[in-house]
């Protein structure tokens, strides 16, 4: 897709100058035909074939992560070009279009930055400081440098960043702040909204050959540490739908405000000591059990603390949950012939497609929470098709003693959070089309 039509679609039909309206982010499948990274060439095994790839490229990432004091437990685990879903927004004046991946593992936000001292092909316009009346520096001795990366100083004292992940890929700029703008209600723009962010002028990535494609993007971390674009926008609440498979033109919303739309029963948002290593600063919930349809596969046992993560792909269960899940799968499969992708992809394949699935009445897994927040993770999400009547489970087991809710499994849910009382709620099955 040409910069011109991504540029035309930030353009809103009107503008609003307020800190403290709702507003949303367009939320975009990386292969849409609306998304930058969008591949009109790849089919849709590819596409599926290309999430496995994503998933095993992030366990290999973790098999063998140096152990470093700078590498945080979850945030380095993303690898930049790996996010199913980005966001789209402006920022500067004038405002340059950007896309970045949305990402409620991680808590900083970073995109390419003028000048480029080595930086990976985009299709947007790179973002000048220069040109941006309202953007400013940052001091090494501001208090919101320590909040950054692997902090340092630059030239003339300024903040540097540097963000590193366990592929060895990694990126370092300034911190800079500039106004964003973003969607508001009826279609109108949210704008002048100050936020802090990495401006990176220099990106290095663990594979060379990787730089041709230009499937690279900055991340929006949405988590619950200082510099996230939740902790900085101070909204009490945000709640996304995360379409399934890509459909033409199709966009679903991230809202933010005081009234997001969010429904269904609620859980704990985890946070403080409880969490042992994950702090605070993830979201993170008490799992109590795993259904197969009316079929209880698995009753958690007390205290299984869970990570939503929409910047992970797959879902990662620990074994003792993994194991059951799989063998139940097993047993509600047995008039589907067992298959082996040959690419060693999936531990569980078969000679089906996800439609044959749906009409032998394979039933939803849900995945249920202490309080009564349902995630129901539908056929289409837990078996993906890589090839013509082959489809493999997308549930994943963690080698890492960690279990993640990654973004497939979420999808077509409506999942959102209450910041101020600390609650992560869940609608169950929903049409991501109409959020």
Same mark, same amino acid.
């Given at each position: ?70 590498? @945080? ?19 500067? !004046? ?43 520096? *940052? ?16 030239? !003339? ?9 366990? !592929? ?13 703008? *973003? ?26 050959? @990787? ?13 619950? !540490? ?72 698995? @009753? ?136």
């Amino acid at each position: 897709m040409i910069g011109g039509v991504l540029i035309c679609l930030i353009i809103f039909t009107s503008t609003t100058n307020a800190a403290n309206s709702d507003f949303s982010l367009t939320l975009i499948h990386r292969d849409s035909p609306l998304s930058p990274f969008h591949n009109p060439n790849l089919t849709r095994y590819e596409l599926n074939q290309a999430k496995f790839d994503r998933a095993i490229a992030y366990e290999l990432a973790l098999s063998v992560a140096p152990s470093s004091p700078k590498l @945080d437990p979850i945030t380095p685990q993303l690898i930049p070009q790996k996010g199913e879903y980005l966001v789209r927004f402006a920022v500067g !004046d004038p405002p340059v279009p950007v896309h970045a991946i949305f990402d409620t593992g991680s808590s900083f936000i970073w995109f390419q930055c003028q000048p480029c001292q080595k930086c990976f092909p985009q299709k947007d316009p790179i973002y000048d400081p220069v040109r941006s009346e309202p953007a400013m520096s *940052f001091q090494c001795t501001d208090a919101l440098c320590n909040s950054t990366p692997s902090p340092s100083c630059g030239p !003339d004292q300024k903040c540097t960043f540097l963000q590193e992940y366990l !592929d060895g890929t990694f990126t370092e700029g300034e911190l800079k702040r500039d106004t964003f703008a *973003f969607e508001g209600p009826n279609g109108a723009t949210v704008s002048g909204l100050p936020l802090v962010f990495g401006c990176s002028h220099n990106s290095i990535i663990s594979n060379p050959d @990787d730089w041709a494609d230009g499937d690279r993007a900055g991340i929006v971390g949405m988590g619950r !540490d200082t510099l996230s674009m939740a902790t900085q926008l101070g909204q009490p609440a945000f709640a996304y739908c995360l379409l399934g498979e890509p459909q033409q033109s199709m966009t679903s919303r991230v809202q933010i405000g005081a009234s997001p739309r969010m429904w269904g029963n609620s859980t704990a948002m985890l946070g403080g000591n409880s969490t042992e290593m994950l702090g605070a600063v993830y979201y993170v919930a008490m799992l109590e059990s795993i259904s197969l349809g009316a079929q209880r596969v698995v @009753d958690v046992p007390s205290g299984h603390q869970v990570t939503l993560d929409s910047g992970t792909t797959m879902t990662y269960l620990e074994p003792e949950l993994f194991d059951p899940v799989l063998d139940t799968v097993k047993g509600l499969m047995k008039g589907f012939e067992v298959k082996s992708d040959p690419e060693g992809r999936s531990e569980l394949c078969y000679g089906a497609t996800t439609k044959g699935l749906i009409e032998a009445g394979l039933p939803v897994i849900e995945l249920g929470f202490v309080g009564g927040a349902k995630l129901e993770v539908n056929v289409e999400s837990l078996f993906l098709e890589v090839a013509e009547r082959l489809v493999c489970i997308s549930f994943r087991r963690s080698t890492v003693r960690m279990t993640i809710i990654g973004n497939i499994a979420q999808q077509n849910n409506v999942v959102g959070y209450d910041l101020v009382n600390e609650r992560i709620y869940m609608s169950g099955a929903f049409d991501c089309r109409m959020y």
